[in-house]
């Protein structure tokens, strides 16, 4: 999917705003992006699905470089939906939380290998390398992942750590939004956005103080139209495409 940068939608601003600087411009509109990404949950991402690794519990995001992750939509492993919990109601379930092999240290799990400035790391110890190998230590207190909580922007955890009695595939479905050192986004979100985030970079613009452009009367205008275009583009977001029948059900009387 190609990118549009936050800059292509100057042109249709700046007649708006004669005299602002367009790096000006630029960042508001993206800071409008954010906004709107994350009030109409419209740039989603289903997330490659992988095998979690047994022992490790902390992961990162597989997304595009330039966005983060707001909400979490979905999280299964082997088909079977995670609870998606924010982080204090997952230190209180697992007070313990987790160490990265149990706190196992690597040199425990790296074997059959030579050691740098040792005598036995020729060119053959070299060439063949190291076995890592999980011990029972490492895989003390795994179990099946019941829960997923976000770390941070890029990172999250499951809970408990995986165990190897079988393999445990994730997926991930969720709502981006570009980060603050963003310069684009995908071309068919920003077109879907576009309006939604042109009335709301010009009620930030129009609002501010000691500029030649300050319109109070223009701000309050573009400020109800961005209000209805991102209540409008979240309704189209939640129905999709299809379009369900409605039904009405009768009440029965006391």
């Known amino acids: 999917m190609a990118d549009k940068t936050f800059a292509s939608l100057i042109p249709r601003i700046n007649p708006n705003v004669p005299g602002c600087p367009q790096p000006l411009m630029e960042s508001i509109i993206r800071t409008a992006a954010i906004r709107t990404c994350e009030r109409t949950l419209a740039w989603r991402h289903a997330q490659p699905t992988y095998n979690l690794t047994p022992a490790v519990h902390q992961y990162y995001y597989r997304k595009p470089d330039n966005a983060d992750v707001h909400v979490v939509f979905d999280a299964a492993v082997n088909g079977y939906p995670l609870d998606r919990v924010p982080l204090e ?20 799990l790296w074997t059959e290998g030579g050691t740098f400035n040792g005598q036995g790391f020729n060119q053959g110890g070299f060439n063949a390398g190291s076995t890592f190998t999980l011990t029972d230590d490492a895989l003390k207190n795994t179990s099946e992942p019941r829960i997923i909580t976000q ?10 750590s995986p165990d190897d009695e079988k393999a445990y595939t994730l997926r991930l479905i969720y709502a981006l939004k570009p980060k603050r050192t963003a310069t684009s ?3 068919q979100i920003f077109d879907e956005l576009e309006d939604a985030i042109f009335h709301g970079a010009l009620q930030d613009l129009l609002i501010m103080p000691n500029q030649a452009w300050k319109d109070r009367e223009l701000a309050a205008y573009h400020a109800r139209q961005y209000t209805y275009h991102v209540t409008e583009r979240r309704a189209r977001a939640n129905l999709g495409a299809g379009r369900g029948p409605v039904y009405v059900s009768m009440r029965p009387f006391a």
């Open 185 to 187: 986004m995908p071309e």
């Open 151 to 160: 770390l941070g922007p890029d990172q999250f955890i499951v809970l408990p």
């Open 89 to 108: 109601e997952a230190l209180c379930r697992y007070p313990a939380w987790a160490d990265l092999y149990n706190g196992v240290s690597y040199d425990q």
